[in-house]
């Protein structure tokens, strides 16, 4: 059964603190890696599109990575506006539809 | 830039009332979907659409319906509101492509059911 599990749940970091945020997946041929960033009482917005084991896109201070089972997110230096809830999705093979991990909860204090 | 609408922030609804929560994208896409998000439960797939009349069950789909009469909308339908359908609902539209494609998602709308 396709999952995507993310973690850590909640992180808080000082400003200027870089780290990481992690998703695993178990997906019968991956057709797309996906985060998005979600603030309080609005819909994810999209971030980033990884495809291949390996391929890495870059935001900002925002970087995201993909390996064969786990795609990672770096975070370097936040600031407090990078404060959200992140999520992890992958594409489904039956009609486009995306499984989403549970979501890590990111607070970045000044 | 791709825009998805919701019709509604915040609706307050009566138990037992029909709820409709309308969905309009302005990018084309073939693919529409609704979620809710929950608290500890996070994104969970109600239903899906690929093409104008096509519908697929997602992984909640009782109690809800859906009508997609037009591309460019889709409409979850609660037939009889019940309060364990309080919740953020939230519609998304995605290109249809050989591989997979990100999916643009509306503001939400929070329903309470009272």
């Known amino acids: 059964e396709d999952q995507v599990t993310q973690s850590p749940e909640a992180l808080r970091l000082q400003e200027g603190e870089s780290s990481s945020l992690n998703c695993s997946y178990t997906?019968?041929?991956?057709?797309?890696l996906f985060w998005y960033r979600q603030d309080p009482g609005k819909g994810p917005e999209f971030l980033f599109t990884?495809?291949?084991a390996g391929e890495e896109k870059e935001k900002e201070r925002l970087k995201a990575t993909l390996t064969k089972k786990e795609s990672f997110l770096h975070i370097t230096a936040p600031k407090p506006e990078d404060s959200a809830t992140y999520l992890c999705?992958?594409?489904?093979?039956?009609?486009?539809?995306?499984?989403f991990g549970q979501g890590t909860e990111l607070s970045v204090k000044p | 830039d791709v825009k998805v609408t919701q019709s509604s922030r915040y609706l307050v609804k009566r138990t037992g009332e029909k709820v409709f929560l309308e969905c309009v994208q302005d990018m084309d896409h073939e693919n529409m979907f609704w979620y809710r998000q929950d608290p500890g439960l996070g994104l969970r797939l109600i239903y899906f659409s690929y093409d104008v009349k096509m519908k697929e069950k997602g992984d909640i789909p009782e109690g809800y319906s859906v009508s997609r009469e037009k591309k460019e909308r889709f409409s979850l339908i609660l037939e009889s509101a019940s309060t364990n359908q309080t919740s953020m609902y939230l519609c998304?539209?995605?290109?249809?492509?050989?591989?997979?494609?990100?999916?643009?998602f509306g503001q939400g709308t929070r329903l309470t059911v009272v």
């Open positions: 998304a539209s995605s290109d249809r492509g050989r591989r997979g494609t990100e999916a643009f």
């Open positions: 999705a992958v594409h489904h093979n039956q009609g486009g539809k995306l499984i």
């Open positions: 997906v019968s041929g991956l057709r797309g």
């Open positions: 990884l495809y291949s």
